[in-house]
């Protein structure tokens, strides 16, 4: 299984609304990343987990909240978001460690915020 | 701070044509060199990447690329596109010791038939 798969795979959500993204791995990754896409843009790396913790968050808005619940699974809570955080969110994994792997990548949540 | 630079932001070209997309880094030390393609509404996958070795590494659907480290380079190529090559295509780069990937701004390419 060589796959990273994302639910849902669209979310419209308003801006006092709270809802997760999931995210889900069986490669037996040891590292887990949120990216943020924009039309036409490279992904934009949010958070990175690495056996479990949190090892870095690029300065993301607190209305953004990872959580990291078991080696297989990586969430996304979202909470009163502004309508500029819409996008596509992906969700990656890799070996883990330091080096020489490389990233898979899921289909992504096409987030709208109304 | 370390970045990746890939020089065309559209490339249109004829089925058959040869393709060559450039990608420059400014990192010194050992990196991981990457690309990835995104087809139009789908999700990003790896077409080739370099780690060590031989520099010219050979990816899925007939991509290669060129590691020059002299020149801080990783280009693509493909001999001959076809119309199923349409796609956004990013260059990544990582240091040897360190997740973090650096990404190209992308180079939209498009293929007439």
């Known amino acids: 299984d060589t796959e990273v798969t994302q639910t849902p795979k669209h979310l419209v959500m308003g801006m006092t609304n709270k809802k997760s993204l999931k995210c889900e791995q069986h490669m037996g990754h040891r590292a887990m990343y949120w990216y943020k896409q924009k039309a036409k843009k490279p992904p934009e790396l949010m958070f990175v987990y690495s056996y479990e913790k949190l090892s870095i968050n690029e300065s993301v808005p607190s209305r953004f909240s990872p959580e990291c619940p078991n080696s297989s699974l990586l969430n996304l809570h979202l909470h009163a978001l502004q309508p500029e955080d819409s996008a596509l969110y992906l969700c990656?994994?890799?070996?883990?460690?330091?080096?020489?792997?490389?990233?898979?990548f899921g289909q992504g949540t096409r987030l709208t915020v109304v | 701070a370390q970045s990746v630079s890939q020089h065309n932001h559209h490339v249109i070209l004829s089925e058959a044509a040869s393709l060559e997309l450039g990608c420059n880094y400014s990192?010194?030390?050992?990196?991981?060199l990457f690309w990835y393609v995104q087809y139009p509404g789908q999700h990003l996958q790896l077409l080739l990447k370099y780690f060590s070795g031989d520099p010219l590494v050979k990816g899925i659907k007939g991509f290669e690329a060129e590691f020059i480290k002299s020149k801080f380079s990783f280009n693509l190529r493909k001999p001959s596109v076809q119309w199923s090559d349409t796609a956004e295509y990013f260059c990544a780069v990582r240091e040897d010791s360190n997740y973090q990937l650096i990404w190209g701004a992308g180079t939209k390419l498009i293929i007439k038939p």
């Open positions: 990656a994994s890799s070996q883990g460690g330091t080096g020489g792997t490389e990233a898979f």
């Open positions: 990192y010194g030390g050992t990196v991981n």
